[in-house]
């Protein structure tokens, strides 16, 4: 039996290192974010920086494991063999919970996971200790920590609230005095900003790295024979002057002299900084439970008592841990930061929702969004109903980008938002992630970023009119979910650790197999995700200003659109013919994505008319035209495909024979139609395009055929109404298609001939 609790631990240690891929994979948005956003600086470079970073911050990382060990229960009221169960309900939990937030790209809390899997784990097991000893309920306060879980749980909404604020202060006070023009300050604006900001990044960040160290401990005559440790903690306003007055100088220097640009410093250097703190604060979610699962097994074994008579107070003392673990979880942690996917997904979401272009937006508006944006527009009026006329020109003056916006609205490698804005990110961050690392509180380091990035965001105005409901509808669904990470963290992991106790081995087990069988299926589901989309050909905002190049432009997209409906028209024959609802689903998504990429179209057409040309402005008509014809045609597929999805899904009778074959005949027939126009428009043939339209009464005559058949049919044999509308839609809708088709090439040709004369 003892062998048991050796296999648990060898078990721990290995989902440590998948809650290390995991977790590091849901939190590298929280110090890429800003650099990736900016592209200050190249990817390989903000890659290397935050590598550095990690692998500095778990060798600090030692005193914040006290929290994995006793912050959240009380160990001593546990024996061994109870707390090796806590243990290993905690770590199948995380580690699932994490990994369906990745496959979701949703970013959440590591530290509120693993915060309230212990919580949900322990009380879970309290409960049993208490029921099997006929005890009170009451008497559960003695196996928690009340005290010090009320603290972390409050520091951990209390970030939130504070990152928010913070952010939005310091942005608007930044963006105020420096503006979009920020690089063109003046030499020693930007030095005073660099000094500031290098200087509360090496001091919170830095020095606290060096407070870890045996270098801490150290006297030197030149502080008054003071430890360094002790004269951080204490001289604070010297050593802030001292660290300003240091890096003032640096930066002057570097402007004056070395002509660097300070903004791109202080991303590297912050992103150094933020990967450190994240490193320092958030790796005892990973190992902490393991390495405290390690050492109650080594205290165990060393006592030669009974599992279930050894009381785990050992762990309410300070036991190191061992540096081997650290540098190892470091270089585990590093290698994911290279390799994972999942966090690329993870980071869009953050970027899309501070993002200060007009873009696709991701998450739809609900009534509390449409509440909260109402409440600030209410509240915006009666602030300057109270301004002076000139206080706000000044303000509106200073927070001028819209040339800004409208230049890079068109360009995909166009940057989220500034680099003044990156810097503040990262700043105000990382000071106050340190302070929480200082403290020993696992403030969620996710919390953290996420609310400063959207406070800088609100601040600099990313949130128009346009955008502000759907950003704040996701910025509310973000925080939905850590709500939905506490309360699922702490009910699953309760659960688990019943099981486990009820069924032993064999339920630890069948857990670990279903846990892994959905973490693979996660895992191939996101592989997959795209492998369905029958098209890679994504559609391209025009971004010509003349009418040559925008029919060029619409030229390509409109071969790109025949093509994705001909793939899709193909799978539709091949789902009815089938009848088979899975086929139809596919059919289903590409259609969907389809609709999405043109109404991305449709939506920028805004900045389309901004940039073209005042000798022009006939492209801006055709364009538009073009579009509307193109969001018929996906309108009127549309509408096949989800007729013929629900047909299929509600389980009605299957198509006849005849009309199965009718079918491929119309798809046949269209195709070719497809395929010549689509020849037409690659190769520019305007004979072609005449040929096209010419045949245009011949194709129109076989549709007809075919829908009076079905009509004959229908008066002497058909028996399904069901069947008899799907067909006629489908019919109907086949027809309107080659009709848009035409429409689209005759206004190709009216142009073209426009464009000769």
Not at 64 to 87: C, H, Q, S, T, W
Not at 161 to 178: E, K, M, P, Y
Request: glycine fraction near 6%; charge should be neutral.
């Amino acid at each position: 039996m003892d062998n048991i609790y050796l296999i648990l631990v060898a078990v721990l240690a290995i989902l440590a290192i998948g809650d290390l891929i995991v977790g590091v994979s849901n939190d590298a948005v929280n110090f890429l974010n800003s650099a990736v956003g900016s592209k200050a600086i190249s990817f390989k470079t903000i890659m290397v920086l935050a590598s550095l970073g990690v692998a500095c911050g778990a060798l600090f990382s030692s005193g914040l494991m006290e929290v994995a060990r006793k912050g959240i229960f009380n160990p001593g009221e546990f024996y061994f063999d109870e707390i090796i169960l806590i243990f290993t309900a905690v770590m199948l939990t995380d580690i699932l919970l994490l990994d369906f937030f990745n496959t979701l790209g949703m970013p959440t809390s590591t530290t509120v996971s693993i915060v309230f899997t212990l919580l949900g784990a322990a009380v879970f097991m309290s409960v049993i200790k208490i029921s099997g000893d006929s005890g009170n309920f009451s008497e559960i306060v003695n196996y928690i920590n009340t005290a010090k879980a009320i603290q972390i749980i409050s520091g951990i909404l209390l970030s939130v609230i504070v990152a928010l604020t913070v952010g939005a202060i310091v942005q608007w006070i930044s963006r105020f005095f420096l503006t979009y023009d920020f690089e063109n300050k003046p030499t020693w604006v930007s030095a005073l900003f660099g000094g500031i900001a290098l200087s509360a990044i090496t001091y919170f960040i830095l020095m606290k790295g060096i407070k870890g160290t045996p270098f801490a401990g150290l006297k030197f005559d030149i502080i008054g024979g003071m430890k360094i440790k002790d004269f951080l903690e204490t001289e604070v306003l010297k050593v802030s002057i001292m660290n300003f007055i240091l890096w003032f100088v640096v930066s002057f220097s570097l402007i004056k002299y070395v002509k660097a640009n300070i903004y791109k410093v202080i991303i590297g250097i912050g992103t150094f900084a933020l990967a450190l703190a994240f490193a320092g604060n958030d790796l005892v979610n990973f190992i902490g439970v393991p390495i405290a699962a390690y050492q109650s097994y080594e205290a165990w074994v060393a006592s030669g008592a009974l599992a279930t008579e050894f009381s785990m107070g050992v762990l309410s003392s300070k036991v190191p841990t061992p540096t081997f673990l650290l540098v190892i979880s470091g270089g585990i942690m590093v290698i994911t930061l290279w390799l994972s996917s999942k966090a690329k997904k993870v980071m869009k979401t953050e970027l899309d929702l501070s993002d200060q272009k007009s873009i696709k937006e991701r998450f739809k508006p609900n009534f509390i969004s449409k509440g909260i944006v109402k409440t600030f527009q209410v509240v915006g009026t009666g602030v300057n109903a109270i301004l002076p006329a000139s206080v706000q020109n000044k303000i509106d003056a200073q927070f001028a980008n819209s040339a800004l916006v409208l230049k890079n609205q068109n360009d995909k490698d166009a940057p989220s938002f500034d680099m003044l804005r990156a810097c503040i990110n990262l700043v105000v961050a990382s000071i106050l992630i340190s302070i929480a690392t200082s403290y020993k509180l696992p403030l969620s380091t996710t919390y953290v970023t996420f609310m400063v990035a959207m406070g800088t965001s609100l601040a600099d105005r990313a949130w128009q009119r346009d955008s502000a409901v759907y950003r704040v509808a996701g910025v509310l669904n973000v925080i939905g979910g850590w709500f939905l990470t506490a309360i699922t963290a702490f009910i699953v992991s309760g659960i688990i650790v019943t099981l486990i106790y009820v069924g032993g081995p064999q339920a630890i087990a069948i857990i670990l197999f279903v846990i892994l069988l959905i973490i693979g299926k996660n895992y191939l589901k996101h592989r997959n995700e795209n492998a369905d989309l029958i098209d890679i050909d994504g559609l391209v905002k025009s971004e010509s200003s003349s009418i040559i190049g925008v029919m060029n432009e619409s030229a390509s997209n409109v071969i790109k659109v025949f093509k994705r409906v001909d793939k899709i028209y193909a799978i539709l024959s091949e789902g009815l013919a089938k009848h088979d609802k899975s086929v139809l689903k596919k059919a289903k998504k590409n259609i969907n994505r389809l609709t999405d990429d043109v109404e991305e179209l449709r939506e920028n057409i805004f900045y389309f008319i901004k940039n073209l040309e005042e000798s022009s402005l006939s492209a801006s008509n055709f364009y538009i035209v073009i579009l509307s014809l193109i969001q018929d045609i996906t309108d009127d597929l549309e509408y096949i495909v989800k007729k013929s999805y629900k047909h299929v899904n509600n389980d009605h009778s299957k198509l006849k024979l005849s009309q199965i074959r009718d079918l491929k005949d119309v798809y046949e027939l269209t195709e070719a139609v497809f395929h010549e126009a689509m020849e037409a428009f690659e190769n520019n043939s305007e004979a072609k395009i005449n040929i096209l339209l010419e045949n245009r009464a011949a194709v129109l005559q076989k549709l007809d055929e075919k829908i009076n058949t079905q009509i004959e049919l229908t008066r002497n044999e058909e028996t399904s109404p069901k069947n008899t509308t799907l067909y006629f839609n489908i019919l109907l809708k086949s027809k309107d298609l080659y009709l848009h088709k035409l429409n689209i090439m005759e206004t190709f040709l009216e142009n073209i001939r426009k464009t000769e004369a």
